[in-house]
């Protein structure tokens, strides 16, 4: 195991009801963003429960709404105008991760003289922001409890993550998870966020490094959950037992302690995946549900400890019966398989996608770096590979195991 550092500063209250807890919480502060998306927080009635905590706690505060699924940099700079106009001293986002990643990126905005891109480009450093308070209302990011914010330029078809993880600029200082407001979330938005929980652990799980058994174990039994709730859970969605599991499994998934364990992950899929829906506005856990299986046909190819394991101890599948290249095959087919079962898109046949753009997708997946990934490390001629493959699924597959 390497040496690591595991920082994490944000208070958590999880379970039913706990958004009274914003009573206590905001006592320190006064003037106050409430951010939120599109509108389904007034549908559950969250939206009127926080109106109501603010006005009952006498705070003075302005809304930002109608944040996008892959948050723009327009909604963050808008934001960071209203901060410095009104002496903001909290923000409050209520919503998914998009929601939540926008307030992060006006946390530090707000922070910075200049324009936010340039410390989305790594142009700046910024290792302060303004205090953040969270509500969740979809389990998928791990946002609640970690630096990490991607925010979409879309006038230059690009999705930049920030967020230090030894800092406490970005992490929520307080975040309310509770369960009953992901009740209301439809099927497509709770299988997009399952392969998001899935994808954030398996990026991890693919590390470089080789005596990882707590955290393998520790990914495997993320995992194992997962699949074994996942279709119970898009089956009944009313379910707050299924719920509250899946919740818990996406802040377990990326709230720092896997990163520890395995050397920070791999992390491949979700660069590609970056550039794909920074071109095309794809859901991101639907990108990521096209792209991982391609990734791992690929580079299963070049090294394949991992996908034993993950066949073994995640799907269950006896190394006795097969070579170990079948067996690897038989994972792949398998977490294929899962995928497809929970309805998640499998080509990008699914939104009538049929321009290639396929250098374009390379350049905005490397960034400048020679390579990506850390379990096979990929240079621009791989990446370009596994796009084209993308490319080739012209039509929807059901696949099977």
């Not at 910075?112 to 700046?124: H, R």
């Not at 095309?280 to 299986?293: M, S």
């Not at 374009?360 to 084209?388: C, H, N, W």
Request: hydrophobic content about 35%.
């Amino acid at each position: 195991m390497e040496n690591f550092i595991w920082y994490n500063p944000t208070k958590m209250y999880f379970g039913k009801g706990q958004v009274s807890s914003l009573n206590k919480e905001l006592k320190n502060y006064q003037n106050i963003l409430f951010v939120y998306g599109g509108g389904s927080i007034k549908k559950n009635g969250l939206y009127d429960e926080v109106r109501s905590i603010l006005k009952n706690n006498n705070k003075n505060y302005i809304e930002l709404s109608g944040v996008e699924p892959n948050p723009k940099i327009t909604s963050v700079r808008e934001g960071i105008k209203l901060v410095k106009e009104h002496n903001i001293d909290l923000l409050l986002p209520v919503g998914g991760g998009s929601t939540i990643d926008c307030a992060k990126a006006i946390a530090i905005g707000a922070k910075y003289d200049g324009d936010i891109m340039d410390v989305l480009n790594k142009k700046a450093l910024v290792e302060e922001g303004l205090p953040i308070a969270s509500v969740l209302t979809l389990a998928a990011t791990g946002t609640e409890m970690n630096p990490r914010s991607v925010i979409t330029n879309w006038e230059e078809n690009l999705k930049l993550g920030i967020g230090d993880w030894e800092t406490d600029a970005t992490y929520p200082k307080v975040s309310i998870c509770d369960p009953t407001y992901t009740l209301t979330v439809p099927r497509n938005q709770t299988v997009n966020g399952i392969v998001d929980i899935m994808s954030h652990t398996l990026e991890q799980y693919f590390t470089d490094q080789e005596d990882s058994v707590l955290g393998d174990q520790f990914a495997e039994s993320i995992l194992k959950t997962i699949i074994d709730i996942g279709p119970k859970l898009v089956d009944d969605l009313e379910n707050y037992k299924l719920r509250e599991t899946m919740m818990l499994c996406g802040t377990l998934a990326w709230n720092g302690l896997l990163r520890g364990l395995l050397n920070k992950g791999d992390w491949s899929c979700h660069a590609m995946e970056h550039a794909l829906s920074a071109l095309y506005d794809i859901p991101h856990g639907e990108g990521l549900a096209i792209v991982t299986p391609i990734w791992m046909e690929y580079v299963s190819k070049k090294r394949n400890d991992k996908f034993k394991k993950l066949a073994t101890n995640v799907f269950n599948i006896s190394p006795k019966k097969y070579t170990d290249d079948e067996l690897v095959s038989e994972g792949i087919n398998a977490f294929k398989a899962f995928i497809s079962k929970l309805g998640a898109p499998t080509s990008l046949a699914h939104y009538g996608i049929t321009d290639r753009k396929t250098d374009e997708l390379v350049e905005k997946t490397l960034l400048g770096r020679q390579k990506i990934g850390r379990y096979i490390p990929l240079a621009s001629f791989d990446v370009k590979e596994i796009m084209e493959r993308v490319y080739k699924l012209e039509k929807e597959l059901v696949y099977s195991n």
